[in-house]
């Protein structure tokens, strides 16, 4: 597959999209935006990505998918702003961030998705919404997800935090829950910060 501009094939429902669409808006990318229904995909999606998923980029003569790898891709194509920091150190420490995000959340969040109204689910909703404002606490010293800065670590979590109210998910307002209410008022309040 090739197109002549740089091209995301995005689910507009789907956290993972959402996170590559978030660091493009971050980079000021120009990229056009084809919105697809992960469960309707297409034959040109098929013969870029073999896997079938979303989202996935098409720059040129190069098609990439699994949104780790698409941001990773952004963020060194399009340097400025970094979403990743510079030393290797803090970079690994980054990227495990966004691992055990994965692993922990929204695994739990595709759950939820997965059975919405069943018991696997509910399981998955109760675990979800008692592990986020059990780590509430983390967001109390710095403005980011354990960083002053902005990085791909919160264009992960921005998604699953701004889908809580879909996964029927409530954070109470207390003051132990009261740095991740205002950690995701100011994520939230980025310029781009919709699905």
């Given at each position: 597959?090739?197109r002549?501009?740089?091209?995301?094939?995005?689910?507009?429902?789907c956290?993972y999209?959402?996170r590559?669409?978030?660091?493009?808006?971050?980079?000021?990318?120009?990229?056009d935006?084809?919105?697809?229904?992960?469960?309707?995909?297409?034959?040109?999606i098929?013969?870029?990505?073999?896997?079938?998923?979303?989202?996935?980029?098409?720059?040129?003569?190069?098609?990439?998918?699994?949104?780790?790898?698409?941001?990773?891709?952004?963020?060194?194509?399009?340097?400025?702003?970094?979403?990743?920091?510079?030393y290797?150190?803090?970079?690994?420490?980054s990227?495990?961030?966004?691992?055990?995000?994965?692993?922990?959340?929204?695994?739990?969040?595709?759950?939820?998705?997965?059975?919405?109204?069943?018991?696997?689910?509910?399981?998955?909703?109760?675990e979800?919404?008692?592990?986020?404002?059990?780590?509430?606490?983390?967001?109390?010293d710095?403005p980011?997800?354990?960083?002053?800065d902005?990085?791909?670590?919160?264009?992960?979590?921005?998604?699953l935090?701004?889908?809580?109210?879909?996964?029927?998910?409530?954070?109470?307002?207390?003051?132990?829950?009261k740095?991740?209410?205002?950690?995701?008022?100011?994520?939230?309040?980025?310029?781009?910060?919709g699905?």
């Amino acid at each position: 597959m090739r197109r002549s501009s740089m091209t995301l094939f995005s689910d507009p429902t789907c956290q993972y999209s959402h996170r590559v669409r978030i660091v493009l808006a971050e980079k000021g990318v120009t990229v056009d935006i084809e919105d697809m229904d992960s469960t309707a995909i297409t034959e040109e999606i098929l013969e870029a990505n073999p896997y079938g998923t979303l989202p996935t980029l098409v720059d040129r003569d190069l098609a990439l998918y699994e949104s780790k790898v698409v941001m990773e891709y952004l963020d060194e194509r399009f340097p400025h702003p970094p979403l990743l920091p510079v030393y290797p150190v803090a970079r690994a420490q980054s990227r495990l961030w966004i691992f055990r995000i994965e692993r922990d959340w929204c695994t739990l969040s595709d759950r939820i998705i997965r059975d919405p109204n069943g018991d696997d689910g509910a399981i998955a909703r109760k675990e979800l919404r008692e592990s986020l404002i059990g780590v509430s606490s983390i967001f109390t010293d710095l403005p980011y997800f354990m960083s002053e800065d902005y990085t791909l670590v919160d264009c992960c979590l921005a998604p699953l935090l701004w889908r809580l109210p879909q996964l029927g998910i409530e954070i109470p307002a207390s003051a132990q829950t009261k740095p991740l209410h205002n950690y995701m008022k100011r994520v939230f309040e980025r310029e781009f910060h919709g699905g």
